[in-house]
């Protein structure tokens, strides 16, 4: 799968390309790059999501999905359920995003 997104990222920079000779004002190439630009984030969200669910996969194959990396209690089903991919609980989470902020 991440060979599918990586082949996207070249094909939008072709296409983009190919319609150089269409932009015929400032305004144009400025939506054009923006354009680019977006679907450029969009390829990078789409590939840490899927790089989530593959980790989701390995740690469900090797047993230990549903268990918090940090503290190594159970990841309440609630949690799991609004978000799958989660490799914390809440506590350990929230924890580790204000050790993030500061």
Request: glycine content about 2%; some cysteine.
């Amino acid at each position: 799968m991440f060979d599918e997104l990586r082949a996207s990222a070249p094909s939008a920079e072709a296409a983009l390309a190919e319609n150089d000779h269409e932009v015929k004002t400032h305004a144009d190439e400025a939506e054009a790059e923006r354009a680019g630009d977006v679907h450029m984030a969009e390829v990078e969200i789409d590939r840490a999501r899927l790089e989530e669910i593959e980790q989701a996969i390995a740690r469900l194959a090797s047993g230990r999905y549903g268990i918090c990396e940090d503290c190594a209690n159970e990841i309440p089903r609630a949690r799991l359920l609004a978000r799958p991919t989660a490799i914390r609980c809440t506590a350990c989470q929230t924890a580790a995003e204000a050790r993030r902020r500061h």
